[in-house]
């Protein structure tokens, strides 16, 4: 599908509806490769050390969440210069889960986005967990762990930096993504690259720090210091769920001009690189029999965080310790 797009830059009229994650032949097939061994080996940690540490409540918790972050993550918003960006989440999912659980559910949700909506490229899918699960989540819970013990205000200030500092930190590795492919000269990629997103992580910031501070009202257990509790979590479910599910509701306002990458990249002369999918299910986040209206779009977003809500509920059942199995 074109974008129907009128703007003073030419490459704007060329644009294809490219996800709004790397798409394959962005990246060379060494760099892809790479970056699924380094993905692969950081779920392999995660999955091994969620057993060991999953609470009662984080289980139904990761499900909603993460359904939550893919919903909040179909909803681009304008920045100015004609591109847009959207949330991602890694850094409110490790605050919120820690660290290992926040890469198990981003790498449920950009998984998902790649095989069920086309939204990133297959071959390169590695690289975009590592990106957006895996790095923004270990850098969102590094720094805000210095907060802890501190006051409310200054626990909410360090997350927003935590959280602007993981989109500039998944910027600059996916740029280095695409340098190392032979794509793009550094010198021009890296500036752009890293511009555009500093504005994109103001955005991270305020909704990372706006989703906290309902938490912080909500339930301030859940980011507490002490260990989660063993009974209550399960009442929250319904709330959080129907929260995550109706985020998609509002998919169809989202902003229609390119997100970050895409700007670059057509700047650069690169964005021609971009392959299509295979295959398509849902791709663009629509159901193929309605076409590309608000209730396709709707559906869609809902059909998604329901199953990323219900792959990790079932994987996180399945890594559940076993005290916990003994008083179910």
Sequence with gaps: MILALTSPMPWLNELVSHPLHIPDGFLSLPISLLFWLLTIAAITMAVRAVGDSLGEQQIPLVGVLAAGIFAAQMLNFPIPGGTSGHMLGGALAAIVLGPWAGILAMSAVVGVQALLFQDGGLIVMGANIFDMG????????????????????????????????SI???ALVTGLQIWLSGNAEASVLFPL?????????????????????????ARPDLLSDSAVR??????WVPVGLALALA??????????????LERVAGEMGFLALGQESPYQL??????????????????AGLIGALIVFALLYLAMMLRKPRHLNEHS
């Design 282 to 299: 849902l791709s663009d986040y629509t159901i193929p029999f309605l076409g590309d209206g608000a209730l396709s779009t709707v559906l």
């Design 247 to 260: 985020v998609p509701l509002l998919s169809p306002f989202a902003s229609a001009n390119p997100d970050g």
């Design 134 to 165: 895996i790095l923004t989540a270990l850098i969102g819970f590094g720094v805000y762990r210095a907060s802890v013990g501190r006051s409310k205000q200054v626990k909410l200030a360090v997350a927003g930096v935590a959280a602007w500092l």
């Design 168 to 170: 500039m930190a998944a």
């Design 193 to 217: 690259m890293l511009g555009v997103h500093a504005l994109i992580g103001l955005g991270e910031a305020m909704l990372t720090v706006g989703a906290l501070s309902f938490i912080l009202a």
């Design 230 to 235: 063993e009974r209550g979590g399960r009442r």
